[in-house]
T-cell receptor
Framework: AQSVTQLDSHVSVSEGTPVLLRCNYS??????LFWYVQHPNKGLQLLLK??????LVKGINGFEAEFKKSETSFHLTKPSAHMSDAAEYFC??????????FGGGTRLMVKP | NAGVTQTPKFQVLKTGQSMTLQCAQD?????MSWYRQDPGMGLRLIHY???????DQGEVPNGYNVSRSTTEDFPLRLLSAAPSQTSVYFC?????????????FGSGTQLSVL
């Protein structure tokens, strides 16, 4: 069985400072990993995905994530937060079949 | 392109009532799915379909039915609504059911069951 743990339910940063959203996963296979973002009252949008190519994945809006197999982690980072980054972020794992497993989400707040 | 369209955006039901949440996509995607989103629990898969005429259960299928008579449409039926079904529901689609496929989400339906 696969599972995803997002280690922080809320993260607050100041505009212009780095963002780190943490994600750990468990999987019986070589997983595919995703980060999705959800802005208020909107559907989810794909930020980036890892599919066993380069371990450092670049996504949209300056976000990137690094796959670390030894740590079973897939943390999301951004060098400098912008007010428009305030949203909820979901780490997602897919390792078999047709089902994705979502983490519980991390709400990112950006202070001016 | 409209993408994935869900209707209605909001719905209030009384316990025991039935209703259908509509989902349509215009991208010719084979894979469609329904999720419910509850605070702190992420999204949980209710049902999914890998093509017209083919459906299967996800993680939390009880109390819900689906059908897929066309590629475009994937309605979700609540048979007898219960307060535990109060949630935000999302429909999502992708080109195929491959593990690496990007999901396209609708804007959600907020359902309250009294």
């Amino acid at each position: 069985a696969q599972s995803v743990t997002q280690l922080d339910s809320h993260v607050s940063v100041s505009e212009g400072t780095p963002v780190l959203l943490r994600c750990n996963y468990s999987s019986s296979y070589s997983p595919s990993l995703f980060w999705y973002v959800q802005h208020p009252n909107k559907g989810l949008q794909l930020l980036l995905k890892y599919t066993s190519a380069a371990t450092l994945v670049k996504g949209i809006n300056g976000f990137e994530a690094e796959f670390k197999k030894s740590e079973t982690s897939f943390h999301l980072t951004k060098p400098s937060a912008h007010m428009s980054d305030a949203a909820e972020y979901f780490c997602v794992v897919s390792d078999a079949g047709n089902m994705l497993t979502f983490g519980g989400g991390t709400r990112l707040m950006v202070k001016p | 392109n409209a993408g994935v369209t869900q209707t209605p955006k909001f719905q209030v039901l009384k316990t025991g009532q039935s209703m259908t949440l509509q989902c349509a996509q215009d991208m010719n995607h084979e894979y469609m799915s329904w999720y419910r989103q509850d605070p702190g629990m992420g999204l949980r898969l209710i049902h999914y379909s890998v093509g017209a005429g083919i459906t299967d259960q996800g993680e939390v299928p009880n109390g819900y039915n689906v059908s897929r008579s066309t590629t475009e449409d994937f309605p979700l039926r609540l048979l007898s609504a219960a307060p535990s079904q109060t949630s935000v529901y999302f429909c999502a689609s992708s080109y195929s059911s491959g593990l690496n496929e990007k999901l396209f989400f609708g804007s959600g339906t907020q359902l309250s069951v009294l």
